[in-house]
């Protein structure tokens, strides 16, 4: 099979994080730049990152690149794509992109000059004077940055954060892949105690759950590349075969705990979606008032922080309190993410390490306490 381009766009701050992560999935050429991470492989790679990449968002294919100042360079460098590599007469193409510092900056007319162009090359080489698009979806998305195009094609469709067991959620979840991110920063592996005491809808345990056991996030959802003619269908029963040959096994020491019986109810109907619902221990406990479970351990977590004045002061309050109480816990490495920028002196410590995130578009920090 021929080798391609892929790109991985992830959260601002995770690069450094997805990087790593694809090249202990033996990908080629990995390469990091801002909010996004490319590699180089066949259909083989692709599948392969889409099916274990645990803190990306989805896996492109970069078509083409120009430079384009003008509607007209935009047209004629999307029309000189050769599309017809991947999209057949029946295909639909759906156009997404954005635009920032570029002479191009109307989104809405990007979108329709791509759409014309990609209408008018694969009009020409299928000989159709018009596009049918009643078959399978392959989404183009393009990028123009300083008047640099990128044109790319999506294979995964739904987010990669999407791991097809969180039907239900609280309200303020954790994207699965920040949550992947924060137990790879606590360097979680399995051999720890670990501890989610304001596990919400449980996405923190349950990617630490599935960290321990090796576990393919993708296996438990479909990928838009599934339906391609181009794409063999050995190429995904191979990479779901190879994932599931590298799991793991043992005995693991995790514990979500949760004031809220409703939210830690729909915490274990997600771990049981996710099939990590036996390896979890849940406990309906108020975080600043339970006894520590065990002497040392990973403590990683998510606590509520609030939007409106009231919610503020009460989640300082909340802070204050956990501090406190974690005082003495000198055995716990401690993982907190919060949007609190005075964080450190509600908790009542200075942080021994600082990382700045981006859950969606929230600025978080992740305060690392060894």
Not at 59 to 88: C, N, W, Y
Not at 280 to 309: Q, W
């Amino acid at each position: 099979m021929e080798t391609m381009t892929f790109c991985v766009p992830c959260l601002f701050g995770l690069e450094g994080l997805v990087g790593d992560e694809l090249r202990r999935l033996e990908l080629s050429n990995v390469r990091v730049e801002d909010r996004r991470v490319f590699f180089e492989g066949d259909f083989a790679a692709m599948a392969k990152a889409n099916l274990c990449c645990r803190m990306g968002e989805r896996v492109m294919i970069l078509l083409s690149e120009f430079d384009a100042h003008s509607f007209e360079d935009l047209f004629q460098g999307v029309k000189a794509t050769p599309l017809e590599r991947f999209i057949p007469k029946d295909g639909a193409f759906p156009v997404k992109g954005y635009s920032l510092n570029s002479q191009l900056h109307s989104v809405p007319d990007c979108q329709a000059i791509v759409k014309k162009a990609a209408v008018t090359r694969l009009g020409e080489k299928y000989g159709l004077g018009w596009m049918p698009e009643t078959g399978e979806t392959y989404q183009l998305r393009f990028s123009i940055m300083k008047d640099h195009v990128e044109l790319f094609l999506d294979t995964s469709g739904v987010s990669l954060h999407k791991r097809g067991y969180r039907r239900e959620a609280n309200l303020a979840p954790l994207h699965e892949t920040m949550a992947a991110a924060m137990v790879n920063l606590a360097r979680y592996r399995g051999r720890d105690f670990f501890w989610d005491p304001f596990c919400g809808s449980g996405t923190i345990y349950i990617e630490a759950a599935m960290i321990a056991l090796n576990r393919a996030p993708g296996l438990n959802r479909s990928f838009m590349a599934q339906k391609w003619s181009c794409v063999p269908e050995t190429v995904w029963q191979q990479a779901r075969t190879e994932a599931l040959d590298r799991e793991y096994r043992g005995e693991y020491h995790i514990l979500g705990s949760d004031i809220d019986p409703a939210s830690l109810e729909i915490a274990q109907q997600n771990a049981r979606k996710a099939g990590v619902g036996k390896l979890i221990e849940f406990r309906e406990a108020d975080a600043t008032k339970m006894s520590l479970p065990t002497d040392k351990g990973l403590l990683v977590c998510n606590p509520p922080y609030g939007e409106r004045m009231l919610e503020q002061r009460s989640a300082q309050r909340l802070y204050g309190a956990f501090g406190r109480h974690l005082k003495y816990a000198d055995g716990w490495k401690k993982y907190i993410i919060s949007s609190e920028p005075e964080f450190e002196h509600y908790f009542g410590r200075q942080a021994a390490k600082k990382r700045k995130l981006y859950n969606g578009r929230l600025q978080c920090n992740v305060y690392m306490y060894y």
